[in-house]
């Protein structure tokens, strides 16, 4: 067994996410209407989305899915898509906007390190919906190791800091 690739750069990120969808028009109103992605293009197929006007963070395309059905259970595929919000007013804010849009949310927990709603989109994609804790909160060991955990995300508490 050949020993590990030298880590990648720490300041890399996952810049976008391209999603093939049966609808464009179905996931633009869950993906736009809903949690309040803009649109910075649309063309041959696509609609390109974003917030705060970088190019896109979220693609749409009917290339190879025009009216398909999501994967069946038990085949591979994207788990889900994770929508990082810069802080827990802007969570509350999405749930705010998915209850009030009558989406089913499939969980919401609390992994010490962050705070988390699932769901899924119109074309069955999972959605993650999450916000960061800061790194001084993040439960540790005694010796200093991350340890993560999961919890019921009390959705009333998070939903009175919707504004």
Do not use: C
């Amino acid at each position: 067994m050949s020993s590990p690739a030298k880590p990648i750069h720490p300041a890399t990120r996952i810049g976008h996410v391209h999603l093939k969808v049966a609808d464009l028009d179905r996931a633009l109103r869950f993906w736009r209407d809903v949690l309040g992605f803009e649109v910075t293009q649309r063309r041959d197929g696509a609609v390109f989305l974003s917030a705060g006007g970088y190019h896109h963070h979220i693609a749409l395309n009917t290339w190879e899915s025009k009216g398909g059905s999501p994967p069946a259970p038990g085949t591979t595929g994207l788990f889900h898509v994770a929508v990082l919000y810069p802080d827990r007013k802007s969570l509350a804010d999405a749930l705010r906007r998915i209850v009030s849009a009558g989406i089913n949310i499939d969980g919401a927990s609390d992994h010490g390190v962050s705070e988390a709603l699932y769901l899924r989109d119109p074309d069955g994609n999972g959605v993650e919906l999450y916000r960061d804790k800061p790194a001084t909160e993040w439960p540790r060991t005694e010796t200093g190791a991350l340890e993560m955990f999961t919890r019921r995300l009390d959705l009333h508490a998070l939903m009175a800091e919707a504004s």
